[in-house]
T-cell receptor, first 118, second 113 residues
Framework: AQTVTQSQPEMSVQEAETVTLSCTYDTSESDYYLFWYKQPPSRQMILVIRQEAYKQQNATENRFSVNFQKAAKSFSLKISDSQLGDAAMYFC???????????????FGKGTKLTVNP | DGGITQSPKYLFRKEGQNVTLSCEQN?????MYWYRQDPGQGLRLIYY???????QKGDIAEGYSVSREKKESFPLTVTSAQKNPTAFYLC????????????FGEGSRLTVL
């Protein structure tokens, strides 16, 4: 079974600075999807960014970008020019693209709590 | 606006009582999911459904039941058999059950007194 590990339970960053959140995953598959979700204090999960494993180019969404290292099974999230509204729990998630049983599910890491200091 | 509506947001239950959490979506999504969130545990999958009248157990299905009689609705019942039901419950849906990202509701907080 696939697993997702977020080794940093908590991180903090100064406003306007850059922070990187780590995520590693374990899989024997070659085709899959990776996601970063944000959960602000309101508790509603919001998709931040998505990466297809077959794409070598790292995904970018405005101030959010990823460093996808397929061989190392690493998928880190970089937040540039951090803002107070970025304070939240961030979850890394994996989804198989095999189309076989079980690939319907997203597997989540345990999350990283990000604090943004003014 | 399209979205996922979960109700109630907060629910208190006495031990031994069953309780049903509602999840409705108007996104025309085929697949729907229930996750449980506990502090330090991340999100754990309870049940999911790819199509109407069909659903599958997730990783922690014991003590829970679901139904999928309509495409828009996927209610979760927390039964008295669930030994530690106090948690935050999240419902999600996706257009494509195999490749799409999940869209989430705002969640329901269940507290057992």
């Amino acid at each position: 079974a696939q697993t997702v590990t977020q080794s940093q339970p908590e991180m903090s960053v100064q406003e306007a600075e850059t922070v990187t959140l780590s995520c590693t995953y374990d899989t024997s598959e070659s085709d899959y999807y990776l996601f970063w979700y944000k959960q602000p204090p309101s508790r509603q999960m919001i998709l931040v960014i998505r990466q297809e494993a077959y794409k070598q180019q790292n995904a970018t969404e405005n101030r959010f970008s990823v460093n996808f290292q397929k061989a190392a099974k690493s998928f880190s999230l970089k937040i540039s020019d951090s803002q107070l509204g970025d304070a939240a729990m961030y979850f890394c998630a994996y989804r198989s693209a095999s189309g076989l049983g079980g690939s319907e599910k997203l597997v989540f890491g345990k999350g990283t709590k990000l604090t943004v200091n003014p | 606006d399209g979205g996922i509506t979960q109700s109630p947001k907060y629910l208190f239950r006495k031990e031994g009582q069953n309780v049903t959490l509602s999840c409705e979506q108007n996104l025309n999504h085929d697949a729907m999911y229930w996750y449980r969130q506990d502090p330090g545990q991340g999100l754990r999958l309870i049940y999911y459904s790819q199509i109407v009248n069909d659903f599958q157990k997730g990783d922690i299905a014991e003590g829970y039941s679901v139904s999928r009689e309509k495409k828009e609705s996927f209610p979760l019942t927390v039964t008295s058999a669930q030994k530690n039901p106090t948690a935050f419950y999240l419902c999600a849906s996706t257009r494509d059950g195999f490749t799409g990202e999940l869209f989430f509701g705002e969640g329901s907080r269940l507290t057992v007194l």
